[in-house]
């Protein structure tokens, strides 16, 4: 009995040997250029969304929310927010502004992407919380105002 024991553990080993090398391959994969983009990437970044849109003036573009993460027991998330703008007559993009969130960002709490509320514009936005500490749940709604601005209200 105790051999088979044994031997299930080494099995066990194995595959997890062999899956941990399966999951650092695919860079072998890629161009030289696009293994060096996914290698040099921030390690604290848990979450993106890109969507919704803005305008200004003759400048238009859509909206980025990053979601990092940070801490081993007691994790808390920030929240950025970035304006990418279109450039006129191509397919590239450029970072026009960012904003930290500091609402949340200053304090302990951990959370996933913003919801857009209304329109598919995606200005409004509401952010699930839950405390690091004492576990309570809130609502962040965040409501762009325009690029590089914002504002905020909690609902308990």
């Known amino acids: 009995?105790?051999?088979k024991f044994i031997g299930i553990l080494g099995l066990i080993?194995?595959?997890t040997a062999n899956n941990a090398q399966a999951q650092t391959a695919p860079t072998k994969d890629l161009k030289p250029?696009?293994?060096e983009q996914a290698m040099s990437l921030?390690?604290?970044i848990a979450q993106v969304w890109s969507g919704g849109y803005w305008e200004d003036n003759d400048r238009?573009?859509?909206?980025?929310f990053i979601v990092t993460?940070?801490?081993?027991?007691r994790v808390t998330n920030q929240l950025f927010v970035q304006w990418i703008e279109q450039i006129d007559g191509t397919d590239k993009t450029r970072l026009l502004e960012q904003a930290s969130i500091t609402e949340v960002n200053d304090l302990f709490y951990v959370f996933g992407v913003p919801q857009c509320i209304g329109s598919p514009q995606c200005t409004n936005s509401r952010l699930a919380l839950t405390h690091t500490y004492t576990y309570e749940t809130s609502n962040l709604n965040i409501h762009l105002?325009?690029?590089g601005s914002y504002k905020t209200s909690f609902d308990q």
């Open 42 to 44: 921030n390690t604290l």
């Open 33 to 35: 250029a696009l293994a």
């Open 1 to 3: 009995m105790q051999l």
């Open 13 to 15: 080993f194995v595959l």
């Open 60 to 64: 238009r573009g859509h909206i980025r």
């Open 69 to 73: 993460t940070q801490g081993f027991e």
């Open 145 to 147: 105002t325009g690029v």
